[in-house]
């Protein structure tokens, strides 16, 4: 298995027959995870290929231009991040030219859930769209925009600080494609069906820039919610973070549990980021619920250091443990505890949050049995 991708540089080396392609540099295409093709080697230059060689990859350098803030607002160069969602990027742009021209002129941000300001910031988009689209626009993103505009959903704030770690990661050491220029996510979907605006109104607590965003019904669901989580690592620890940060599990009836059966050493600092020096050689989980409880003193932790695994299946984690848990999240970092959590999940008929890492990259998803 090669692990490149198709765009890849590699040199060759120590190719018997066809010789003139030691020590010279090829752009691939991947086949398969086995295959990949270069060049045509056809012609006489390269000789009968008799066997053996040795492929290391090379990264070449490149170019990268960037246009001004001013030129790319008037023509911005848009990324895709949901390819269910193609035609968002343009739409979310235009949005916020348009919010931004709102608090220009009024000097404030849309209030929670007005009419009259989303009406106005929906006028001020319509003048705006024919530069941007001959399609018009997206009038309900605009309103939705208007109606939280005052809000903050955690999870977002911190996929931004990601990105821009990232960014300034590629700025300093030149070693990876930095993004050309904007990239916009959003969450509509959490506006499926009837809303009801005193849903999102401001209560005076903590949460109330969540509550604009998802309402009350929601962030009263999230407090009440049973949670259980199997790992505290690097996704462990900014899970767990999220999770205070939501209140999840705030309330009488919810409970977050969370196992990991290792302790904390050195090199897990850099990254994890609930633990700190004194806490190396204690456990991971409790450790990490006590951290969280420092951010949210209201959570509900139940902290344990067992395994997840066929060992535990008829004493801790049994069939009666997962359906009493509205939803399961791995935060592992291993394929076979991956595989069989999702199994149990499958078995029990409960949902599970999935995700992963592999150095600069990562996946999430929801896997709904």
């Not at 492929?55 to 790319?72: G, N």
């Not at 990105?163 to 494609?177: A, D, I, P, R, S």
């Not at 620890?237 to 999220?242: I, L, Q, R, W």
Request: proline share 4%; aromatic share 8%; hydrophobic share 35%.
């Amino acid at each position: 298995m090669h692990g490149y991708q198709s765009g890849d540089h590699v040199k060759f080396r120590e190719v018997k027959g066809m010789s003139s392609l030691n020590e010279t540099v090829h752009r691939i295409e991947v086949v398969s995870s086995h295959i990949f093709s270069i060049c045509d080697t056809s012609g006489e230059e390269f000789g009968a290929y008799d066997g053996g060689g040795i492929a290391v990859q090379v990264k070449t350098s490149k170019m990268q231009r960037f246009e001004s803030l001013e030129k790319q607002i008037e023509s911005p160069s848009l990324l895709t991040a949901d390819f269910a969602k193609m035609e968002k990027p343009l739409q979310c742009h235009l949005g916020f030219l348009a919010l931004q021209k709102f608090e220009q002129a009024s000097g404030r941000l849309p209030e929670v859930w007005s009419q009259t300001d989303a009406k106005e910031l929906v006028r001020v988009a319509k003048d705006l769209s024919p530069k941007y689209s001959s399609e018009g626009f997206n009038e309900g993103l605009v309103e939705t925009l208007a109606y939280t505009a005052r809000g903050c959903l955690a999870p977002f704030a911190a996929a931004l600080g990601g990105f821009v770690g990232q960014e300034v990661l590629k700025g300093l050491t030149g070693k990876f494609t930095p993004l050309n220029q904007w990239i916009y996510l959003d969450a509509l979907e959490l506006f499926d069906g009837e809303i009801s605006p005193d849903q999102f109104h401001p209560r005076n607590d903590r949460y109330d820039a969540l509550r604009i965003c998802i309402g009350n019904d929601f962030v009263q669901q999230l407090a009440k919610l049973r949670l259980f989580m199997i790992g505290c690592g690097a996704i462990g620890c900014e899970m767990m973070k999220n999770y205070a940060l939501l209140g999840v599990a705030t309330e009488a009836g919810g409970l977050i549990t969370i196992t990991d059966n290792d302790l904390i050493e050195k090199s897990n600092l850099n990254r994890q980021f609930l633990f700190r020096p004194h806490h190396i050689q204690q456990p991971k989980s409790t450790t990490a619920a006590a951290s969280t409880q420092e951010i949210n003193p209201s959570i509900r932790i139940d902290a344990q250091q067992h395994k997840v695994c066929p060992q535990t299946e008829s004493t801790m984690y049994t069939d009666a443990f997962f359906p009493g848990q509205d939803l399961v999240v791995n935060a592992l970092d291993n394929i076979e505890a991956r595989r069989y959590v999702d199994s149990r999940c499958v078995t029990n008929q409960r949902a599970l949050l999935e995700s992963g890492t592999m150095g600069a990259k990562g996946h999430v998803q929801v896997i709904v049995p």
